[in-house]
């Protein structure tokens, strides 16, 4: 039987990232991004670059909590991209 928590398990046991806890209830996007960042660079686990793997765990995490994520909470995570984006140097996507 399959657990209730797959998603657990992918970010813990995959090859994902090392991520520090609670990473993604941080107050500030910047914190948020700046974390996933730190991650990306140290973890030995990831298999691409360190901004697609912090980018990817960040998309992850939106759409595994789906709708079950707070409004507020998912703008501060969709903020968090592109800060992501600004730590790494990279163009900030037009909406």
């Keep these: 039987m399959a657990t209730k928590r797959w998603s ?10 090392d991520l520090e806890a ?3 209830t941080k107050d500030s996007p910047r914190s948020i991004a700046q974390s996933l960042k730190r991650s990306a660079e140290d973890s030995q686990r990831r298999k691409s670059d360190p901004y697609r ?3 990817s765990m960040l998309t992850f ?14 703008e501060r995570l969709e903020a ?10 990279k163009k ?3 909406a």
């Design 92 to 94: 900030t996507q037009k």
């Design 80 to 89: 968090a991209k592109d800060e992501l984006r600004a730590l790494f140097g």
């Design 61 to 74: 995490y939106i759409n595994r909590a789906g709708k079950n994520l707070p409004k507020q909470r998912r």
């Design 53 to 55: 793997s912090a980018m």
């Design 8 to 17: 657990r398990e992918v970010t813990e046991k995959s090859n994902a990232l």
């Design 22 to 24: 609670n990473v993604f």
